[in-house]
């Protein structure tokens, strides 16, 4: 396999030898066809052709948020956006925050890691709360509290 002429940089956008994919349809199709080889290596692939693709951070972005709350204000649900416009519901024991206090999950049924953007993070971070006494933060989704 060729070494990666396909870069995903940190916010989710495509780059092949150094120029951004900007074409729609071509950054949708390129999104919806990311797997990962046999070895564990990420790659694009369409048909019967692959190519090697580097990520900078995590191949997906989180761009925004919505929310489901009770009547009361009480958090039962997340549904994520991410940068290729799918939507898909947040799987909360995913939820992580990494370095940098950016906060990650896993998307497309737990196969990929998404990064959550700066809007994002800013929507979460008002639900995000602090446990006093085991001294962690967590967010408590549909009365579950999920350690950060």
Same mark, same amino acid.
């Given at each position: 396999?060729?070494?990666?002429?396909?870069?995903?940089?940190?916010?989710? /956008?495509?780059?092949?030898?150094?120029?951004?994919?900007?074409?729609?349809?071509?950054?949708?199709?390129?999104? %919806?066809?990311?797997?990962?080889?046999?070895?564990?290596?990420?790659?694009?692939?369409?048909?019967?052709?692959?190519?090697?693709? @580097?990520?900078?951070?995590?191949?997906?972005?989180?761009?925004?948020? @919505?929310?489901?709350?009770?009547?009361?204000? /009480?958090? @039962?649900?997340?549904?994520?956006?991410?940068?290729?416009?799918?939507?898909?519901?947040?799987?909360?024991?995913?939820?992580? *925050?990494?370095?940098?206090?950016?906060?990650?999950?896993?998307? /497309?049924?737990?196969?990929?890691?998404? /990064?959550?953007?700066?809007?994002?993070?800013?929507?979460?971070?008002?639900? *995000?709360?602090?446990?006093?006494?085991? %001294?962690?933060?967590?967010?408590?989704?549909?009365? %579950?509290?999920?350690?950060?």
């Amino acid at each position: 396999m060729k070494e990666a002429l396909i870069r995903i940089n940190k916010e989710g /956008r495509w780059f092949i030898q150094g120029e951004e994919i900007t074409h729609r349809r071509t950054y949708l199709l390129y999104n %919806k066809n990311l797997a990962y080889d046999e070895s564990g290596r990420l790659i694009l692939r369409i048909g019967q052709e692959t190519c090697p693709v @580097e990520a900078e951070d995590a191949p997906f972005v989180v761009k925004t948020l @919505e929310f489901v709350t009770s009547e009361q204000g /009480r958090l @039962e649900s997340v549904w994520l956006i991410l940068n290729d416009e799918s939507g898909e519901p947040l799987i909360p024991e995913t939820l992580r *925050i990494g370095t940098d206090h950016i906060p990650y999950c896993r998307v /497309r049924g737990g196969m990929f890691e998404a /990064r959550f953007s700066r809007g994002a993070y800013q929507l979460l971070a008002p639900f *995000i709360q602090h446990d006093e006494q085991e %001294k962690h933060f967590f967010i408590s989704i549909d009365g %579950k509290k999920h350690p950060l």
